[in-house]
């Protein structure tokens, strides 16, 4: 028996599908990576804009 057409298409789609997934989520870590840093930085720039010139509360 030989491979239809169909056959050896589905094998190369599941080739391109195991290729990508052995890459690895590279791309949703860098996303979570940037914005991790972004509200980190939104942090200090209210922590030193916003408490800190106003001062020690009484």
Known sequence: ???SP???THSA???AVDDIVRRGP???IALAGT???IVI???FAFYF???LPRG???
Do not use: C, N, Y
């Open 1 to 3: 028996m030989s491979d």
């Open 6 to 8: 169909s056959d050896r």
């Open 13 to 15: 789609e599941d080739q």
């Open 26 to 28: 590279s791309g949703a």
């Open 35 to 37: 914005a991790t840093a």
């Open 41 to 43: 930085g939104l942090w």
């Open 49 to 51: 804009l916003v408490f």
């Open 56 to 58: 020690v509360i009484q």
